[in-house]
């Protein structure tokens, strides 16, 4: 219990809905999570993985069904449809609670229900925010535990503060056709029924921490947002941190703990955040960032000693899998991982080579990141760290260059808001179909996105000292449909280029869509790029550009007399530069 009376009148409320057998309010201690992993071994929500290898990691399988998140079934229910905007899906609000009413009633009958109180940010950040979660799925309480700071602490300071974000989760049937994922901002809430997947069902992560949080963000003057947060150090001992949005399955992770290649001696790359990042304008005119997660809720396949060595590492220990495939003696396995064939399929099946992916493409891992061997002990300061870039990207195959600056905020705004991506297994649907994705934040803003680049806009105004605002692209391929660049550990030669420029090293070369780097400005010292393919990938296509740019322009139109004036004035300039290139 809780000396919050609201609070404690609204798990009486719940409960009376929803007839659980138990109620349980969560301490976040290590008996209680020891105890939680024992219930699940018995019940089989969980797989012992071999605790030789992989002390303190298990396995969860979902149901088949329920393997991402689940955007056509996602709302925003503001009382005004136009607060939305065409970039959600609303339902009315007493619509959408009387839905959700009915199916809640009784749903927790024969079963606990779990009161997780929660801290998204570091527990004594004046950034931080509080959740109460009420869940019917162990899975999701131990996740929790690992991806926010949850418990007896977080309660006391929703005790003391006062106000929260109240979620309520059930997995109910896990029928896709009794399933919602509800928000109602205005009252800062989130309803959640028929999931037990990620983002779906862990209502700290994009339910709070994007999607009410970016309303709230908007109305406060700050900004939430889907970006790791990762600082790069140099041989000289300075640190510049960078937050950086790409799509969901576009590189975040990976990104946010690279390790430097040889040629970058005495460089080290820090992890502050790898999905969620909360910005807020300092008393010194600069932008700072807190990480509001504690843990990693990262893709599993392409993970390997390779690709992102940091990750591997860290996952050898008190980790939860979910959905990955397993070895003959009980290891975690995915696609990129090694060579080892495995012997169970991510639905616990017998596996046979050839006979499609074992582990699901949107299998994760769910670990702390304190257990990442880069991570940062800024990621605990309350005050969070200075930004000096702005880093937005997405996966182009074509036409997007490596990488560009933007000649202003303004600017750099509108390469946000053009952002487009090929879509990825993070959400059920199509994979690989271009669609824009705005600040990578099409799935996650929760509200019009109209007055949220407004609100981008207001912000570079309210900031002294804005980051630079830059655009990448690592996945562009050649006409054999190769990736053009190495990418990974490699795109540390990228973000030198970008910290050289917020430094004032580097001269740019002006094209119309934005500054590029000057030939040979990226390092390429022991890389197998040849000239031809780096200019390949910093080309600026005019005619190409020019059909971007209408779309961008078709797409923008769309959000009405709302889209901000500012932003069109932008696009025009870019469309007239490109006619006299
Ligand atoms: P979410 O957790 O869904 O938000 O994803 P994310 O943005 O953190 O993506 P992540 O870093 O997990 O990468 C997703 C996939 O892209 C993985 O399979 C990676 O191996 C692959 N990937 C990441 N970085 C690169 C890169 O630089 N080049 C190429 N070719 N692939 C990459
Ligand atoms: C994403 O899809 O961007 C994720 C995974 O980070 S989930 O938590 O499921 O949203
Ligand atoms: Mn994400």
Not at 6 to 33: F, M, S
Not at 268 to 291: E, F, Q, S
Request: a negative charge; one cysteine or more; hydrophobic letters at 40%.
């Amino acid at each position: 219990m809780s000396s919050n009376q609201k609070l404690n009148d609204w798990v009486k409320a719940v409960a009376n809905l929803t007839r659980p057998d138990h109620i349980h309010w969560c301490t976040g201690d290590q008996a209680e999570y020891d105890h939680l992993v024992a219930e699940m071994l018995q019940s089989s929500d969980l797989i012992e993985l071999n605790q030789q290898t992989h002390p303190g990691s298990y396995l969860h399988l979902s149901d088949p069904g329920d393997v991402a998140r689940v955007e056509h079934l996602t709302f925003i229910c503001t009382s005004n449809p136009g607060d939305a905007g065409p970039n959600n899906q609303w339902m009315a609000p007493v619509e959408a609670k009387a839905k959700m009413e009915a199916l809640f009633s009784g749903c927790m009958k024969g079963r606990t229900m779990y009161v997780i109180p929660y801290c998204m940010g570091p527990i004594d950040s004046p950034h931080s925010r509080c959740g109460v979660e009420i869940t019917d799925s162990p899975y999701v309480v131990a996740n929790m535990r690992i991806m926010t700071r949850m418990g007896q602490s977080a309660l006391e300071r929703i005790d003391r503060e006062g106000n929260f974000v109240r979620g309520t989760h059930s997995i109910g049937e896990l029928d896709p056709e009794r399933r919602f994922i509800m928000h109602f901002p205005e009252d800062l809430m989130i309803l959640s029924y028929g999931s037990g997947y990620g983002g779906n069902a862990l209502l700290g992560k994009k339910c709070h921490a994007l999607r009410i949080a970016s309303y709230q963000a908007r109305t406060e003057g700050w900004l939430a947002e889907h970006m790791l947060i990762v600082g790069v150090e140099n041989p000289q001992g300075e640190t510049h941190y960078i937050a950086a949005a790409f799509p969901s399955a576009c590189g975040k992770t990976n990104l946010a703990m690279l390790i430097p290649p040889a040629e970058y001696e005495g460089w080290k790359i820090w992890t502050v955040g790898d999905d969620i990042c909360w910005m807020h304008p300092g008393v010194d005119g600069r932008l700072w960032a807190i990480n509001p997660e504690a843990g990693f809720f990262g893709v599993a396949p392409g993970t390997g000693a390779d690709t992102n060595p940091n990750a591997l590492a860290m996952l050898n220990h008190n980790c939860i899998f979910t959905n990955v495939a397993q070895t003959a003696d009980g290891q975690p396995w995915w696609e990129g991982k090694d060579d080892e064939i495995p012997v169970k399929d991510w639905q616990g099946r017998d596996y046979h080579p050839g006979s499609g992916p074992a582990a699901h493409p949107n299998s994760r891992f769910t670990a702390a990141i304190s257990q990442c061997a880069s991570y940062s002990e800024q990621t605990e300061a309350p005050q969070g760290v200075p930004i000096s870039a702005i880093v937005f990207g997405g996966r182009r195959e074509r036409l997007v260059p490596l990488v560009m600056e933007s000649n202003s905020w303004q600017h750099g705004v509108l390469l946000g808001a053009s952002m487009a991506s090929e879509t990825t297994a993070a959400a059920t649907g199509a994979v690989g179909v271009v669609r824009r994705d705005p600040m990578a934040m099409k799935p996650f803003c929760g509200y019009n996105f109209a007055d949220y680049w407004q609100h981008w806009l207001d912000m570079g105004k309210r900031i002294e000292q804005p980051p630079k605002i830059f655009h990448v692209n690592w996945f562009r391929k050649d006409e054999h449909g190769k990736f053009m660049w190495p990418g990974f550990c490699e795109n540390m030669r990228v973000l030198e280029w970008i910290i050289e420029r917020c430094k004032g090293n580097k001269a740019a070369v002006s094209s119309p869509i934005g500054k590029m780097p000057e030939p040979g400005a990226i390092n390429l010292a022991g890389l197998e790029v040849d000239d031809a393919t780096m200019s390949g990938l910093l080309e600026v296509d005019a005619s190409a550009w020019s059909a971007e740019i209408e779309e961008i322009r078709t797409y923008l139109e769309g959000y009405g007399e709302r889209l901000p004036t500012q932003l069109l004035e932008q696009l025009n300039q870019v469309a007239a530069e490109l006619k006299n290139s």
